[in-house]
């Protein structure tokens, strides 16, 4: 099946750092790529939909300019977190669909997530 | 909007048979897809329904019917293994939208 990946798979960081996190579709293009976060015991929500060569689309509530998000290449995303706070602290998943998608697809594949820890 | 309800926990023993339901309420539907995830780790797939009926994959089955806006996923001779998180997820077409997960606790 396909892999994707993610960088780092946990981080520590002070408040008011940011911190950048990579997604990467491994063995198959994705021109849509979907980040999720998740607080223990709870389920995953859908932070934002990164789309190749354009801007992401944000879900109601999640602050564009806190979680910024790029998807520079068909294999690559990235989500930074800006001036993170303690309450950012959370475990964060990116996925992707497979290749004959393109990316948007029933059958994700996801990363095996960041645990993102703010001090 | 999007919503899907199903139970927080089950338990069951090993060997027996746990079904594991998900109700929803959706403004687009495309299908139902079952996610699989252990504590740390990531979502799996498990399975797709489109259309209605029983689709079977080894010990785990999903079913789905559309006019009830309901489905479930039947898992058989529980092992210890399968204690996880199952998520049932409605596709839109362009999103998943999860439910809120059920967490089953396989014992011995």
């Known amino acids: 099946g396909a892999v994707v990946s993610q960088h780092p798979s946990w981080v520590i960081c002070k408040s008011g750092t940011s911190v950048k996190i990579e997604c990467r579709s491994l063995?198959?293009?994705?021109?849509?790529m979907f980040w999720y976060r998740q607080f223990p015991k709870q389920s995953l929500m859908l932070m934002a939909t990164?789309?190749?060569?354009?801007?992401?689309?944000?879900e109601q509530g999640v602050e564009k300019d806190k979680f910024l998000i790029n998807h520079a290449s068909l294999t690559l995303s990235t989500l930074t977190v800006t001036s993170a706070h303690p309450e950012d602290s959370s475990f964060y998943i990116c996925?992707?669909?497979?290749?004959?998608?393109?990316?948007?697809?029933?059958?994700?594949?996801f990363g095996p997530g960041t645990r993102l820890t703010v001090t | 909007g999007q919503s899907l309800e199903q139970p927080s926990e089950v338990t069951a023993v090993e060997g027996a048979i746990v079904q594991i339901n998900c109700t929803y309420q959706?403004?687009?539907?495309?299908?139902l897809s079952w996610y699989q995830q252990h504590d740390g780790g990531a979502p799996t797939f498990l399975s797709y329904?489109?259309?209605?009926g029983l689709e079977e994959t080894g010990r785990f089955s999903s079913f789905l019917s559309r006019s009830d806006s309901y489905g479930y996923l039947l898992l058989q001779e529980l092992q210890m293994k399968d204690s996880a998180s199952y998520f049932c997820?409605?596709?839109?077409?362009?999103?998943?939208?999860f439910g809120g997960g059920t967490r089953l606790m396989v014992k011995p």
């Open positions: 997820a409605v596709w839109g077409g362009n999103m998943l939208t």
């Open positions: 063995d198959f293009q994705a021109t849509t």
């Open positions: 996925s992707a669909g497979s290749s004959s998608g393109r990316g948007a697809s029933y059958e994700q594949y």
């Open positions: 959706t403004s687009g539907f495309y299908g």
């Open positions: 329904n489109a259309l209605d």
């Open positions: 990164s789309n190749e060569g354009s801007k992401a689309t944000y």
